[in-house]
């Protein structure tokens, strides 16, 4: 399980958000929404979602990286927050978590 020393390291090395990568436009786009992203990690992804205005529900088992997540998103105005979902849950058991367009496990 990730510590919230090694969640803070981590997040220093990757950076601030940048926009929304045009793969997952088109992806969106050809699929529909909304996006559940698996271990969804630092949120740095879930923010590129939310100010490219789709909504995205963000999956993981680490509390330390729902926390970031958290603290990302409290930074962020109140129509881009509105867009994230956050979840801690075992993605191993996808049961209950709704329909979904796009799925996307990273890293």
Known sequence: MWDAAVVEM???RKGPATPLPVLYH???RRTGGPV???CSGLGVRAI???RAGIDVACI???EEMLAHTRRLLSEEPADIRRHVELRHADVRQPAG???FGLVILED
């Open 36 to 38: 559940l992203l698996l």
């Open 10 to 12: 981590l997040a220093m």
């Open 60 to 62: 993981d088992l680490s």
């Open 26 to 28: 088109d992806l969106v």
């Open 48 to 50: 590129q979602f939310a």
């Open 97 to 99: 978590h709704g329909q």
